[in-house]
């Protein structure tokens, strides 16, 4: 399987979309500052994620997740 996923920084107000093949390692890559661009950010935690079977699909929600409507459709979601 993989995954489209949104992580929340812990002890900021920062999120950051993604996609992977395994989402428990992934997130231990995330803590441990193995992403150099949200190493400010850590510790995250999972808050929202969409299982796929083929790793394109993963990539097409997780640019959807990056845009004006994907932004919107995870704020409502997250919200309610």
Request: without cysteine; aromatic residues 0%; hydrophobic residues 35%.
């Given at each position: 399987m993989f995954y489209a996923y949104v992580i929340k920084s812990i002890n900021h107000d920062y999120y950051y979309k993604g996609h992977c093949e395994?989402?428990?390692t992934?997130?231990?890559q995330h803590n441990a500052g193995s992403t150099t661009s949200i190493k400010a950010y850590i510790p995250f935690?999972?808050?929202y994620f969409e299982e796929f079977h083929t790793r394109d699909e993963a990539?097409?929600?997780e640019k959807y997740f990056k845009s004006a409507a994907?932004?919107?459709y995870l704020k409502t979601k997250l919200l309610s």
């Open positions: 395994n989402l428990e992934r997130l231990q935690t999972v808050i990539i097409k929600r994907g932004r919107k």
